[in-house]
């Protein structure tokens, strides 16, 4: 889900009207379940945050994260941490960079960010560049508070003290077409570049080893860009290249490689309906050479433009929510989860769906639920059993409200305790982390009701649904958790506002004093769709690593033997590794002995053996080494990884045979 509205009063592509006016005031609030923790407020100006989720990450490699967020008037800022105290150190109107590369009549003073920034260092230059889109949904009842849609990237130019520079990345802005915002439906041209209220999504598609930029937006394509601004080869997904998409939406896509093949898809919901094109040639059954507007498609894609075989699929509703990816059933494979709803007229959006990599859906699912759900849904172990669960909040941002959290194993059987009944409703995605220190998660949300941020516990006990982190303001997006400050412990943070009638965009940063140390185990799931560059993908570390070693000695070569051989993270987190040789006395040293691997990394590591004493002509069993990777305080999968060691003294030769080609 890109995120939710206040008030929502618009027409959508196709679709018939969608009014929702909503009214609200801060509700009084239960009593803390604990004592609240220590929060301050960094007041930025200018209009409120709304849904732009706060993301966080080293842009100067000082051990702190800053936290970039934007607001409603299209400022997008940059708050770090200098001299013990949290500063806003940069600030951008991005309707100034859009207007660089659009025609004077076209230009605006102010525009709006309505989505979460990703982070990412897509062109593996070693520094994080930001990328953000604008507009948010256009509005049709009232055009003229559009404000243009694009894309744009920013690259971190210096960091001194308190006044940081970014500039736009060469390439950049992409600039929207005019496609819609106006007349029945919103499917005319309204004069202002259609908005995106989808947060852009970075990762390599096309194995070419940088990330490529994905969003969507209601102009009906998915697009994906370089990092330099060029289009990637075969798309947009789009009607005029013979896709099979009528619609488009705000569903933020989700990274991963669901087929096993070695190479990332994207995944994305839509408000597309199922149809075989124009010619109809589609996947579909021939039912669908018409298109059934009643009902939606969720996609996956290949980096070429093509599509995954058995997809699209096919779902009851529309799809605003955002897709996540990981292993729910515990089979080693990825699953996709997301919710669906919030049209009328579709046969049932009041439920949550989970497929296969192959697009067959798992057993037990979709799950049924009291409302339509187009939150997106987080994952995490949150019973201990090893294997993720779903969490995910249920209803619209409009009333009636509802207050039901869910959370199901990969069965789809409801976890103990819930579903739960919290004070407020949980229309917004949530987040999961070991905010109290207890070696149990909590889920957290923000609720359009109240200015609180909630706190279940991991179990759904409702008795402990805290509400102590307290805001001026309603909150409307998905706070993030992390150790931003590089203390060694969490913080959560909100974007908000100073108050609540009139109020100017702000953070608020809630010190969780008795958290522990931030790690994959106490921050599976920690802000929106998981990670800066918004993957949605939780892939524990892997690490792989030989089966088995073999030393060959040519005799009469001195005394030393040595190989060089391979660790390999394949999974999603960074690891710390170290090798283990007392299980061969000590007689093989490897160089070096120990280190830190990202996720896809590899590192290289010589094996030495000194030969001496040992009888020519035979094999030695040396015994055993062990290879440890820990991620945060949990083992990688495949670790500790036991490997025995054999040694070949003798006459070393190699037989080369012809080959004989026709």
């Known amino acids: 889900m890109s995120q939710k509205r206040i008030v929502v009063s618009f027409l959508v592509l196709l679709f018939p009207l969608l009014l929702y006016a909503i009214s609200y005031s801060v509700i009084p609030v239960a009593q803390p379940a604990a004592a609240a923790p220590n929060a301050q407020m960094i007041t930025l100006g200018g209009e409120r945050i709304k849904h732009s989720s706060p993301v966080a990450a080293d842009f100067n490699g000082n051990g702190r994260k800053e936290i970039v967020v934007g607001a409603d008037d299209g400022m997008l800022y940059v708050v770090a941490y200098v001299s013990n105290s949290w500063v806003k150190v940069w600030s951008r109107q991005t309707a100034v960079d859009l207007n660089t590369v659009l025609p004077e009549p076209d230009q605006q003073a102010t525009g709006r960010v309505d989505t979460a920034p990703s982070i990412g260092d897509i062109d593996n230059d070693g520094k994080l560049e930001i990328v953000i889109t604008t507009g948010g949904r256009p509005n049709s009842v009232t055009p003229e508070v559009n404000r243009n849609g694009g894309i744009i990237v920013y690259e971190l130019d210096s960091a001194a003290g308190s006044s940081w520079q970014f500039s736009v990345k060469p390439g950049w802005p992409f600039v929207m077409p005019d496609d819609m915002g106006a007349g029945d439906g919103g499917r005319q041209p309204d004069g202002v570049r259609d908005g995106i209220a989808a947060a852009p999504t970075l990762g390599d598609i096309d194995g070419d080893g940088d990330m490529e930029i994905i969003t969507m937006a209601y102009d009906r394509r998915i697009r994906a860009f370089h990092h330099d601004g060029s289009v990637v080869d075969g798309w947009p997904i789009q009607r ?252 959560t943070v909100v974007g908000s506002a100073t108050s609540t009638s009139g109020g100017q965009a702000a953070i608020y940063i809630f010190e969780e004093a008795n958290s522990t140390a931030p790690d994959s185990a106490s921050l599976p799931w920690r802000i929106f769709q998981r990670d800066p560059a918004h993957t949605a993908l939780w892939l524990p570390a892997r690490l792989v690593f030989a089966q088995e070693i073999r030393f060959f000695h040519q005799q009469g070569t001195g005394n030393i033997t040595s190989l060089t051989t391979t660790i390999r993270n394949t999974g999603g987190e960074s690891f710390d590794w170290s090798i283990d040789t007392s299980g061969t006395g000590s007689h093989v040293t490897p160089s070096p002995a120990s280190g830190t691997l990202d996720p896809g990394g590899t590192q290289s590591v010589l094996l030495t053996v000194d030969t001496s004493g040992y009888a020519q002509d035979q094999w030695h069993n040396l015994g055993t080494m062990t290879v440890a990777a820990v991620s945060g305080s949990t083992n990688a999968v495949n670790s500790p990884h036991t490997i025995p060691v054999q040694l070949y003294v003798g006459d070393i030769f190699q037989v080369y045979l012809p080959t004989i080609t026709r």
């Open 240 to 491: 005029e290249s013979g896709d099979i998409i009528l619609r488009g939406g705000e569903s933020s896509a989700a990274i991963g490689d669901i087929d096993n093949d070695g190479l990332n898809e994207v995944i994305i919901g839509t408000n597309s309906p199922p149809w075989n094109g124009d010619d109809g040639s589609g996947p579909f059954p021939p039912q669908y050479n018409t298109p059934d507007y009643s009902l939606a498609t969720l996609w996956a894609i290949n980096g070429d433009s093509t599509l995954v075989p058995g997809f699209p699929v096919i779902t009851e509703q529309n799809i605003q929510s955002s897709p996540a990816l990981g292993d729910i059933d515990g089979d080693g494979d990825l699953e996709i989860v997301v919710g669906t709803g919030t049209f009328p007229g579709y046969v049932n959006g009041r439920q949550v769906y989970a497929w296969h990599g192959d697009g067959t859906l798992v057993s037990g699912w979709p799950r049924p639920t009291d409302d339509l759900m187009p939150s997106s849904p987080a994952l995490a172990d949150l019973d201990g059993d090893g294997i993720l669960d779903v969490v995910i909040g249920c209803g619209l941002d409009a009333q009636p409200f509802c207050n039901r959290v869910y959370a199901w194993d990969g069965a789809g059987n409801n976890l103990p305790g819930f579903p739960l009944s919290t004070p407020y409703g949980t229309p917004f995605p949530p987040v999961v982390a070991d905010v109290d220190g207890d070696a149990k998660l909590e889920i957290l949300f923000t609720s359009l009701q109240a200015n609180q941020i909630m706190a279940v516990q991991h179990n759904g006990s409702g008795s402990a649904v805290s509400t102590s982190r307290s805001t001026n303001a309603i909150n409307l997006s998905s706070p993030l958790v992390d150790d931003v400050d590089g203390d060694g412990f969490l913080e």
